[in-house]
């Protein structure tokens, strides 16, 4: 069975802050993806990033980055220099290859509430 | 352009109906998925579909049921003995490149709750 852990519940910032988002994964599979949603209030799942078991390579996308370690089973997220608009919940989650379907197991997100 | 539509974006229920939540998807995507979430708490998925008439269930099937008639459409009906429906459902569809998951796209949701 697969398991993620995002054990940070909140996280309250001030604007231009930094912040780092903790992500612990569980799995028994080699062949496994990971993902960042955001969830504004207004409930929709925005996509963040993908990125597979094989791919250790750390990504930037403008104030985002992602690092992963296999050896320690973490995915985390930091957002460089926040902004009010970054206030959300974040998301990660586990997919492992099911015929045609993947199927996502979701950490239990953490609110993120960057402030003036 | 492409996406999932799901609606309506608030329901109500009273005690002991059934209702049902569409979901509808223009992307040409193979899965569908439900997934309900509460307070607190991740995405838990309730029914998956890889194909047309064909699905399976979730961790958290009880008290839900499924349709996959076409492609596009992946209904979710909530049964009366769903004993605890209050929750915000959220569908989800699919795609795979070279057996990798791709395209894992959400719908804006439907909130549910029991009167």
């Known amino acids: 069975a697969q398991k993620v852990t995002q054990a940070q519940t909140e996280i309250s910032v001030v604007e231009k802050e930094d912040v780092t988002l903790d992500c612990v994964y569980e799995t028994r599979d080699t062949t496994y993806y990971l993902f960042w949603y955001k969830q504004p209030p207004s409930g929709e799942l925005v996509f963040l990033i993908r990125r597979n078991s094989f791919d250790e390579q750390n990504e930037i996308s403008g104030r985002y980055s992602w690092n992963f370690q296999k050896s320690t089973s973490s995915f985390n997220f930091t957002i460089t220099a926040s902004q009010v608009v970054d206030s959300a919940v974040y998301f990660c989650a586990l997919s492992v290859n099911s015929g045609t379907a993947s199927k996502l197991t979701f950490g239990t997100g953490t609110r993120l509430q960057v402030t003036l | 352009d492409g996406g999932i539509t799901q609606s309506p974006k608030y329901l109500f229920r009273k005690e002991g109906q059934n209702v049902t939540l569409s979901c509808e998807q223009n992307l040409n995507h193979d899965a569908m998925y439900w997934y309900r979430q509460d307070p607190g708490q991740g995405l838990r998925l309730i029914y998956y579909s890889q194909i047309v008439n064909d699905f399976q269930k979730g961790d958290i099937a009880e008290g839900y049921s499924v349709s996959r008639e076409k492609k596009e459409s992946f209904p979710l009906t909530v049964t009366s003995a769903q004993k605890n429906p209050t929750a915000f459902y959220l569908c989800?569809?699919?795609?795979?490149?070279?057996?990798?998951?791709?395209?894992?796209?959400f719908g804006s949701g439907t909130r549910l709750t029991v009167v």
């Open positions: 989800a569809s699919s795609t795979h490149q070279d057996s990798q998951p791709y395209g894992y796209t």
